[in-house]
């Protein structure tokens, strides 16, 4: 007699409808909740509009807040049952203690989540083991209307019920489902496929009804096969429970603080009923919500990080993009991330924890190694839509040859569902498994929060070490990365950036928080300059605990959903509110600074006088304009000079600098004629073509011709964009695109600058554009408003410039790279848009030309072309997504010999961080300083100052530097100030070796691309 078939679909119904099987409601809960706008905190619970409810009648709208009050008594039919509550409001609710403390969240439903991976089903909130048949239900729960991807979900009450928990039939069902996901990944044939297969066909063939006695025997049978142990393994996973949470993205962060209580309240709860439980969360940030907001469960979550159970993980303030944020912010979130860990749990982070940012800035192995932090974890290289990155495991090294070990979980996800076909994925995808015998398992939901349910941790309790599978233990990823660093002489090396082959539209979207994140970033560098000279030379108060709360909430603008433009619009409603204000801070404090300083300089003759200021390391000779009036100043590196104005029609003529009027040579001031579309000054001709793009640029001084013979620079186009915030086509080049044509083109001059004022409309949008050229300078300025008010639609500029070269040079975070500007490869193609800072360069050995840019991202290279990308207008996830008015440069500077040759750097760092001038008073203290001052010089051209500051710890000053062009430099630090001791530091800021301050100067030696920093004593810094 053959053998029955069998088969597994049968096997799967069967064990779903084990599934319904394990509650069996009892009776209804008694809900009253009271609905507000926004949270209200516990003691006001009852301020909102009340309500009772009955399943199915609704509570709220989207963004709605209630307070939730559960009532009921457990029957006395009940007794020695196990009890729990099944509640479900449509929303995201957390229960909360009698003093309104977070004690677990419930989320039951998503809109978006990939099923794939597992459902949120968080309903179940466990009372008793054994009832007494006597308890009464009186429980508060916080509520959001929203489900965990911020959906609208109905806004009703869909469940609130007492019951029955069969504990035997849970467990039953966690077994057969485990076991037969396993024989289903087992290769045909194999004899332990066909004994799990056999056992749950035995199974069903006994359990004709759910009753104890049956479900025990079939335990049993199952048992047997749930015993059976692997052998020695060649791959073993590390898991570690995660839930991914946006601290903003699709809800704003008000919810972000709501959903961190729900998602480490719940974490708490399955670690009492978990043993093995092992919890993990990144996000200092995210850390101090919870202090501040929930200081009892913020207590709950320090014993379990004590304990052992609960990962600390990644050393940045926020889960930052690393692709727009300045080089100094990525050091101010390790910075600040490592500090708030070491001094709230005693813990120093050694890994980056990233899985989810859109691509890693080249930079970043540096500013890790500098900072102590010696692995990263991502899994985001996995969306690349072209090309597969070739390794799991790997080193990675960044553009000065630090290096990092890099690993990516080989599930590609970081919401693994922790069941078989996550193992035998993880086994089967792991691209290193030749080298590695380990690798790291995510397992939880996550993106909205939530983190592991119950399905995860029965999961993991049977695959411990089941025969069939690799094994899985639970313990933190430091412990794993101290494995995998041990075959780390076997694992390959990735030189470079990590270039995400998607989301490349996350460099232009949202383009004011953009330009708001540049600015802030620039005044924030002027700020802690300033107030170390005033500090330094009057002992005025340093800032510094307004500085570190002002750079935290840029920090935190900074995570990978905010400033790439890819959240819903109340985010950027209320961080452009927030960015305003903070960027008005700052630009006072400076002022005060700088008025302090000022009024400590010399004032001789009767007429006004300025104290101008430069922060840039190297001497600056500019035309300024100050309330109308324009000057010629000579300010040197890093310190101030004063000067006096003069009328715009001396402008040419004289200037004034440092206490001196010095006549400038005859150079013939730039003219502009509209009839004839010419501009020039002493160095450039320009020539506008018919339809206002720029038909020629001609240098005069190395006569050549900048423009592509028979093309168009500066031409404004707008391409057709269908995408949403993150993405745009890769060939919506493809299309054409409209020019825009000038509708007037006026031409002005304004003292050393004249040009051309051009006026365009398209659709219902208005673009002002001045073309600059300043006497003196080769650098042309396209001044920019534009009132865009399209949908769907992308706004470029372009400059194909009569240079031929293989590669584009971009300004990254603390140096450059190079990316090829042909298409030969589909690792070429997919590079199509690239990020860049403040410049991009195209250059032949002896001449070459940048695009430079005060605020924009977003570029890209082909042949001999230079494209900017300046505005988008998705309509996803924010529908109104830069329909307003915005005010930008870009400029294009043609030059002698490449762009190190020509320190093309500078040049960006001047576009961005302009002189600053300060009335002089005319009473007051006067002389203690003279007339004219450098603080920090140095005698290198290749070397820039990044940052100037006060230490976090104590009175020293930090002074941080790097090499710009990727050369071996040796250079002497001047300094205008005493300083007692020198030493060299890491960039925690902890000495690392002291070095000799001899004659008010230091001697310091740079790798390619090597940033330095110094830390100083100088008594004058002491805090008042």
């Not at 978990?274 to 996000?283: E, H, L, V, W």
């Not at 690993?407 to 035998?424: F, G, K, L």
């Amino acid at each position: 007699m053959p053998y029955e078939i069998v088969r597994p679909e049968q096997l799967k119904s069967m064990i779903n409808e084990w599934k319904e099987q394990i509650y069996i409601p009892l009776e209804e809960l008694r809900v009253t909740a009271w609905v507000t706008p926004e949270p209200v905190p516990f003691e006001e619970r009852k301020s909102g509009r009340m309500t009772e409810l009955s399943p199915g009648d609704r509570w709220g709208n989207l963004w709605d807040c209630a307070w939730f009050h559960f009532a009921g008594k457990i029957p006395e039919s009940a007794k020695s049952a196990k009890i729990v509550l099944l509640i479900d409001i449509n929303g995201e609710l957390c229960l909360v203690d009698d003093e309104g403390s977070p004690v677990q969240g419930l989320t039951n439903i998503n809109s978006e989540f990939d099923y794939s991976l597992g459902l949120p089903g968080k309903r179940v909130v466990h009372l008793s083991e054994s009832s007494t048949g006597e308890e009464t239900i009186d429980l508060w729960g916080d509520a959001g209307c929203n489900d965990l991807f911020g959906r609208f979900r109905s806004g009703t009450l869909k469940e609130a019920s007492i019951a029955v928990c069969r504990e035997e039939v849970r467990q039953l069902y966690y077994d057969a489902e485990v076991l037969l996901e396993t024989a289903e990944r087992l290769p045909a044939g194999s004899a332990r496929k066909e004994r799990i297969l056999q056992a749950l066909y035995e199974v069903s063939l006994l359990l004709t009804e759910l009753s104890d006695d049956l479900v025990g025997k079939a335990r049993q049978i199952l048992g047997d096969q749930l015993a059976k142990r692997g052998g020695d393994p060649v791959l073993k996973i590390s898991a570690v429970g995660h839930a991914h949470l946006d601290l903003a993205w699709l809800w704003p962060i008000r919810e972000t603080i709501r959903k961190g209580a729900r998602t480490f309240s719940t974490a708490l709860r399955m670690m009492e009923r978990y043993p093995d439980y092992i919890f993990g969360a990144s996000q200092p940030q995210l850390y101090d919500w919870m202090k501040k907001q929930y200081p009892k469960l913020y207590e709950e979550i320090g014993q379990r990080v004590r304990e052992g159970r609960w990962e600390l993980q990644g050393a940045m303030w926020v889960e930052s993009d690393t692709n727009v944020p300045g080089g100094e912010s990525l050091v101010r979130q390790i910075l600040y991330g490592k500090r708030y860990f070491q001094k709230e749990f005693g813990q120093e982070m050694k890994s980056l924890w990233m899985p989810d940012v859109f691509g890693y800035t080249a930079s970043l192995p540096q500013l890790l190694k500098k900072s102590g932090v010696d692995y990263m974890m991502t899994q985001k290289l996995s969306w690349s839509v072209y090309n597969k990155h070739p390794h799991h495991t790997f080193h990675w090294q960044g553009i000065d040859g630090s290096q990092v070990l890099m690993h990516m979980p080989p599930e590609d996800t970081y919401n693994s569902p922790a069941a078989p076909r996550s193992i035998v994925k993880a086994e089967t995808e792991y691209l290193d498994k030749n080298v590695s015998d380990h690798c790291l398992m995510l397992f939880g939901i996550g993106d909205g929060g939530g983190g592991p349910g119950e399905e995860h941790l029965e999961r993991l309790t049977r695959e411990k070490n089941l025969l069939g599978l690799s094994p899985v233990e639970q313990e933190p990823s430091s412990v794993f990365f101290e494995k995998l660093d041990e075959g780390k002489d076997r694992y390959q090396t990735w030189r470079g950036e990590l270039y995400l082959e998607k989301h490349q539209g996350t460099l232009t979207s949202q383009a004011r928080n953009k330009w708001y994140n540049r600015k802030l970033e620039k005044a924030l560098r002027e700020l802690e300059f300033s107030a170390v000279l005033a500090g330094i030379t009057n002992g005025h108060r340093y800032p510094a605990e307004e500085l570190e709360e002002i750079w935290k909430e840029v920090l935190l603008y900074q995570f990978h959903d905010i400033l790439p433009g890819s959240s819903i619009k109340r985010v950027y409603d209320e961080s452009l509110e927030r960015y305003a204000t903070l960027l008005e801070r700052v630009e006072n404090m400076i002022a005060e600074a700088y008025g302090m300083l000022a009024g400590q300089l010399p004032v001789e003759g009767g007429g006004k006088q300025l104290a101008v200021f430069n922060s840039l390391s190297w001497e600056r000779n500019e035309w300024m304009k100050k309330d109308g009036q324009w000057m010629r100043v000579s300010v040197p590196s890093m310190g101030y000079a004063t000067a006096e104005p003069i009328a715009a029609s001396e402008a040419s003529a004289e200037s004034a600098a440092a206490a001196e009027v010095k006549t400038v040579s005859s150079v013939p001031e730039p003219q502009a004629q509209a009839s004839a579309r010419l501009l020039e000054n002493d160095l450039l001709a320009i020539t506008l073509a018919a339809d206002g793009s720029i038909a020629s640029i001609y240098d005069k001084e190395h006569r050549r011709e900048v423009v592509q013979q028979n093309q168009r620079a500066n031409e404004l186009r707008v391409y057709h964009d269908s995408g949403d915030a993150w993405d745009f086509r890769q060939d919506y080049r493809q299309t054409g695109g409209a020019v825009l044509l000038p509708d007037e083109t006026a031409d002005f001059t304004d003292g050393p600058t004249a040009g051309f004022i051009q006026r365009y409309r398209f659709g219902e949008s208005a673009v002002t554009q001045k073309i600059v050229l300043t006497q003196g300078s080769r650098r042309i300025d396209f001044v920019t408003d534009v009132d865009w008010r399209e949908s769907g639609k992308m706004l470029r500029t372009s400059f194909p410039v009569n240079v031929r070269a293989d590669h584009v040079s971009c300004e990254i975070q603390f140096g450059y790279l190079k990316r090829p500007t042909h298409r030969n490869t589909m690792w070429d193609y997919a590079k199509d848009e690239i990020c860049a800072h403040h410049w991009v360069d195209l250059s032949e050995p002896d001449y070459g030309a940048a695009l430079l840019n005060d605020c924009k991202y977003g570029h890209r290279a082909d042949a001999n072309v230079l494209d900017l990308n300046l505005l988008r207008s998705p309509s996803s996830p924010d529908p109104e997504a830069d329909r307003a008015k915005h005010t930008f440069t870009y400029s294009l500077y043609p030059h002698k010999g490449d762009h190190v040759q020509a320190e093309v750097y500078k040049r960006g760092y001047e576009l961005n961080i302009p002189l600053r001038a300060v009335d002089v008073p005319q009473s007051g203290v006067s002389g203690s300083l003279p007339a004219a001052q450098a603080f920090l010089r140095l005698d290198h051209p290749n070397v820039m100052v990044e940052a100037v500051k006060k230490a976090e710890d104590g009175d020293d000053l930090i002074v941080r530097m790097y090499e710009t062009a990727g050369t071996n430099v040796q250079t002497p630090l001047y300094f205008g100030f005493r300083v007692e001791k020198a030493w060299l530091a890491d960039l925690m800021e902890e000495k690392i070796e002291s070095i000799p301050v001899d004659d008010g100067k230091v001697e310091l030696t740079f790798t390619p691309f090597e940033i330095k920093t110094l830390r100083l004593t100088h008594q004058a810094m002491i805090l008042r």
